[in-house]
């Protein structure tokens, strides 16, 4: 996506107009605008050229951004200026205006209204100089419109291009008030030269210089307000920018020194000491130190780095020193890239911003007509020139393009500062939309519901064994396996601050086990099948790891010459909030589900201890994206996930969120980045999302309700019935008014707390927690197969067997010796004892 910015915009049919006008040049595949930052973001070949003169034809002003990825000479990505980018340089202009039109607008009133309606007194010379009053007038109000003078430079522009805007409507107004006030000081002269006293005194009531002065002085606070509201929705990136350092101690000759930001390259050695922020991304190479990220993930608990560990640019380090390695500088940096996406999310447009965006492109020409059929209608009762053109006035000044088109805008970016200052990172303004209507959740398990790390859940030690001696054994001869089985025995023996003894002869057999020589003697370690080869295993052994298989859990026997030692059982361990949340999701009338690779028995296990509504087990990666696929049916899903084989089924969901531990492909094919790997951050992302789409509601209510009171309330529509009519400048405070209400009701979301479950409502189209997917038997079968030994043997045999054309998932369990087969065409016997038999497996026969 290629990035503008556009200058002159000054509502709605502004934004409208500039998309209209871009959307028609060739190579253009979409166009967005956004009034709310005065960019436009464009996907497509178009020629930037043709672009950019496309907007200037349309009447407005255009630049090119500077490129995401533009490098500097050594390839570098070079660094953003953000701060410059969302520097307030419009409110300072605006207040500047402001101030001076309020001090020309003191006197003129003081004679306008103070003198005429509470006879205030002037000085000598102008004293029933009515004439003299009128130019006094006059010429004050004409000071007043050049110092606003760009309210009359785009509205008329906007005019002459045919897109009349907001400052269309102000600029006709305004102008009309002058002119005809000129025109009554001209007849006063004319009165005054024929000696008619009493016409020269009836003029003065045709006197509209103060309506003229006062619209432009009243649009200009609400547009004063507007834009202090408006820079207030930036504040969460701002307060990121302000953590950026902008110098880092760069070890360069083994000597340290302190350089510009921009000066860092990759694979530069920097130096962090306790108190100071990390200025890139980069690995800790020697060292350590307690790092608070909070500013990227929201988490407050400092988190302890150590060598090899990542580290990440604008977090602090809290205590420790270290040294590091740069491994991404500039725009690749994590804090650039959130960065990036919040502002890619403000460049983007939700599905409901196309009903303001219908309305905008045709509301000023409405709204002109509509002062134009008033006027006549007015004339044609008999009311007086002036009374009519008070009315059509009062319609051009009341209406307000601009609320319409800030109504989605405002909620979108302060609603994605929210979800920054959280850790949830919505890529567009669809996502942000869309995350709220999803009616399904599916749960990827391992690394999401679990931590995708084994950890050791319990010690079994054999009667007569000490439970030294079973970890002894274990960890000596697990040290030299590089198993993720192994590797839980490894860190738990560590975390003991235990050493590991060290072995001779060591063997690893495939599949089953590991087996070395310890103080002289051989010990086994692995499957039951493997170690009872060696040791005798007695029966209540072989009962307990039954039970623990059970519950989800790999027992590993243990055993040496002298005997039997006993049973390690290892897990993926569920995370601390998995529960909780999907109990929240649940709450919140969405139905969840857990997919995994994992056999049916280990995956009902987690799935009964989360609470998941519906267990998918023994899925393929590419059967994730099937599964996701079939969802779709029944509603809005939202696949969950954090490995390359999520990617598929990210993309074919409706929202693919992505835990930010995950790895890069899940989080470049997700929709929603979510910075730490927790399931309470879905829930919170849902419940953001549902917030700032209730708050998009309440701004367009507002919007239109504003203008379908306003603008008949301004035309005199209910002057007969009621006796209401209104003034022109107190409709020019109410067009002031409206914009500045719609920014700041935005801004309440700032206080919504998205991890708050008081506040929850199950959906209106909620699908309920009966399983949605059906097991259908006329496509299964189930056949026997000894000689599968643990998970590995599972695999060769599910591979062996999903070669066969027709079977399409193959789901092994050999603790029961059973393989379940889902199957698309009629499959021989003969086929599936050849591939069970071809694995190296006995073939028993179909159930």
């Known amino acids: 996506m290629e990035k503008y910015n556009v200058t002159g915009m000054s509502c709605a049919a502004c934004q409208a107009r500039v998309e209209k006008a871009v959307s028609a040049v060739p190579g253009v595949e979409s166009c967005s605008v956004s009034l709310l930052t005065n960019s436009m973001g464009v996907e497509g070949s178009a020629d930037s050229a043709a672009i950019i003169k496309a907007i200037e034809d349309a009447g407005y002003g255009a630049s ?49 209204m103070g003198h005429m309606l509470w006879d205030w007194p002037l000085p000598g010379f102008m004293d029933g100089n009515h004439i003299g009053m009128g130019i006094y007038e006059m010429l004050l109000s004409a000071a007043i419109m050049v110092v606003n003078q760009k309210f009359f430079i785009s509205g008329f522009r906007g005019l002459i291009h045919r897109a009349p805007n907001m400052d269309t409507l102000v600029a006709l107004g305004s102008a009309a008030s002058f002119i005809y006030s000129v025109y009554a000081v001209y007849a006063m002269t004319l009165a005054q030269l024929a000696g008619d006293g009493d016409r020269v005194m009836a003029l003065m009531n045709d006197f509209y210089f103060e309506s003229a002065a006062m619209i432009l002085t009243l649009i200009t606070v609400g547009k004063l307000l507007e834009s202090i509201s408006k820079g207030r929705t930036t504040d969460a990136l701002k307060d990121l920018m302000k953590l950026a350092p902008k110098t880092a101690t760069v070890i360069r000759d083994g000597k340290e020194q302190l350089v510009p930001i921009e000066q860092v390259k990759i694979g530069d050695r920097f130096a962090v000491r306790a108190g100071e922020n990390i200025p890139v991304d980069g690995i800790v190479v020697e060292g350590n130190g307690a790092v608070n990220e909070s500013a990227l993930t929201g988490e407050s608990i400092p988190v302890d780095k150590n060598a090899g560990d990542t580290i990440s640019a604008a977090t602090t380090n809290e205590s420790g020193y270290m040294v590091c390695e740069a491994t991404r500088v500039g725009r690749d940096t994590t804090l650039s890239q959130i960065i990036q996406m919040v502002s890619d999310a403000a460049a983007t447009k939700a599905p409901i911003a196309k009903i303001a965006d219908k309305v905008s492109g045709v509301f000023v020409p409405v709204v002109i007509a509509i002062a134009m059929v008033t006027f006549i209608i007015w004339m044609l009762v008999g009311q007086t020139f002036g009374y009519a053109l008070a009315r059509a006035i009062s319609v051009l000044v009341i209406s307000c393009p601009c609320a319409l088109g800030l109504a989605t805008p405002v909620a979108i970016m302060v609603g994605n500062g929210m979800g920054a200052r959280h850790g949830i990172m919505f890529k567009t303004a669809v996502s942000l939309e869309e995350t709220g209507k999803i009616q399904i959740v599916a749960l990827d398990k391992t690394g999401t519901i679990t931590k995708g790390e084994p950890k050791v859940i319990g010690f079994f030690e ?99 010459e002298k005997g039997f030692l006993g049973i390690i059982s290892v897990a993926d361990v569920i995370k601390e909030d998995s529960d909780v949340a999907i109990k929240e999701l649940k709450n919140l009338g969405i139905h969840v589900v857990m997919l995994t690779g994992d056999n049916e028995r280990t995956a009902k296990t987690i799935a009964e201890d989360v609470g998941v509504d519906e267990v998918i087990a023994g899925v393929k990666p590419d059967g994730k994206e099937a599964v996701i696929k079939k969802l779709q049916k029944f509603g809005k899903v939202a696949m969950v996930g954090d490995g390359i084989n999520d990617a598929p089924a990210l993309t074919r969901a409706d929202m693919g969120i992505a835990i930010g531990a995950g790895t890069d492909v899940a989080i470049d094919a997700a929709d929603v980045v979510l910075m730490k790997s927790r399931i309470s951050d879905v829930v919170a992302a849902i419940r953001l999302s549902r917030a700032t789409l209730r708050n998009i509601h309440e701004n367009l209510f507002w919007a239109f309700f504003y203008n379908i009171i306003g603008v008949p309330l301004a035309a005199g529509a209910y002057i007969h019935a009621f006796g209401w009519t209104l003034n022109p400048m107190f409709g020019a405070a109410a067009m002031s008014l409206s914009s500045f209400c719609v920014v700041t009701n935005a801004l309440r979301l700032n206080l919504f707390d998205p991890f708050n479950k008081g506040n929850d409502r199950p959906l209106k189209n909620s699908l309920g927690h009966e399983p949605l997917l059906i097991k259908e038997d006329n496509n299964k079968m189930e056949i026997t197969v000894k000689g599968m030994m643990c998970q590995h043997c599972e695999a060769h045999v599910k591979e062996a067997l999903e070669k066969i054309s027709g079977v ?40």
């Open 64 to 112: 090119l951004k500077d490129e995401a990825g533009a490098r500097d000479g050594q390839g570098n990505a070079s660094i953003p200026n953000y701060e410059e980018e969302l520097k307030d340089k419009e409110t300072p202009v605006i207040k500047k205006r402001l101030i001076v039109s309020v001090i020309l607008l003191i006197p003129l009133l003081y004679v306008s």
């Open 462 to 560: 054999a009667e007569g064994v000490e439970d030294i001696d079973l970890l002894r054994a274990a960890f000596a001869i697990e040290n030299k396996s590089e198993h993720p089985l192994a590797k839980a025995i490894v860190e738990y023996g560590l975390e003991l601050s235990e050493e590991p003894a060290e072995v001779t002869d060591f063997k690893t057999v495939s599949g089953n086990g590991l087996m070395a020589k310890l103080d002289g003697q051989m010990v086994y370690g692995g499957n039951y099948q493997f170690v009872s080869e060696n040791v005798q295993i007695p029966d209540y052994a072989k009962s307990l790891a039954e039970e623990l298989s059970e519950k989800g859990e790999t027992p590993l026997f243990f055993g040496q």
């Open 808 to 847: 399409e998932e193959a789901v092994a369990n050999h603790e029961a010796n059973l393989v379940t087969l889902k199957t698309s065409a009629e499959v021989s016997e003969a086929d599936l004892k050849a591939a069970v038999e071809g694995a190296g497996y006995e073939f028993c026969g179909v159930k």
